[in-house]
């Protein structure tokens, strides 16, 4: 079975400095990854995702992720952090059920502070 | 863009109830799930549909069962709720089954059984 792992269930920044939320992944496929935001009293949104493309992932908002298959990690990074960028982040890898179905494996999630 | 609304955002129902949550998806999507999200936990999935009136299990199935009568309206149903059903509910829907597939979700529905 597919799993993450995310390393750290919250991150402290401050306004302006980079942000670092670290994944690791176990497949033993060529994985689907993906990063999806969960801000305060709303449903999660879609960040960005890897298909096997391109290595380094672009998404909204000013995030990217690099898979680094040789690390087994998907780790989501932003240049510089906004105040609105306070949510949790969920780390997340496409299994396969018995049957055959696609299902979403969540990790257990990063909160994201950003301080003024 | 896709929307997929929930009934309730609040609900507060007492030990034994029956509970209905509803979800509906306006983009005609073939794929819908439910969801628990706990503390510390991640998301971990309930049920999911496929098609209309098919249905199966994931991960944490018990206590819980599904309706799918229409394709666009999917409805988890805890049969005698209990306190450790207390959580928050998101449902999502899907286009396809492949593993590349965006899964779009709901506000939730934070449920408390007392």
């Known amino acids: 079975a597919q799993s993450v792992t995310q390393l750290d269930s919250h991150v402290s920044v401050s306004e302006g400095t980079p942000v670092l939320l670290r994944c690791n992944y176990s497949?033993?496929?060529?994985?689907?990854l993906f990063w999806y935001v969960q801000h305060p009293n709303k449903g999660l949104q879609l960040l960005l995702k890897y298909t096997s493309a391109a290595t380094l992932v672009k998404g909204i908002n000013g995030f990217e992720a690099e898979f680094k298959k040789s690390e087994t990690s998907f780790h989501l990074t932003k240049p510089s952090a906004h105040m609105s960028d306070a949510a949790e982040y969920f780390c997340v890898v496409s299994d396969r059920t018995s049957t055959g179905f696609q299902k979403l494996v969540f990790g257990t999630g990063t909160r994201l502070l950003v301080s003024p | 863009d896709v929307k997929v609304t929930q009934s309730s955002r609040y609900l507060v129902k007492r030990t034994g109830e029956k509970v209905f949550l509803e979800c509906v998806q306006d983009?005609?999507?073939?794929?819908m799930f439910w969801y628990r999200q706990d503390p510390g936990l991640g998301l971990r999935l309930i049920y999911f549909?496929?098609?209309?009136?098919?249905?199966e299990k994931g991960d944490i199935p018990e206590g819980y069962s599904v309706s799918r009568e229409k394709k666009e309206r999917f409805s988890l149903i805890l049969e005698s709720a209990s306190t450790n059903q207390t959580s928050m509910y998101l449902c999502?829907?899907?286009?396809?089954?492949?593993?590349?597939?965006?899964?779009?979700f709901g506000p939730g529905t934070r449920l408390t059984v007392l």
């Open positions: 999502a829907s899907s286009q396809r089954f492949s593993q590349t597939d965006t899964q779009y």
């Open positions: 549909s496929y098609d209309v009136k098919m249905k």
């Open positions: 983009m005609d999507h073939e794929n």
């Open positions: 497949s033993s496929y060529s994985p689907s």
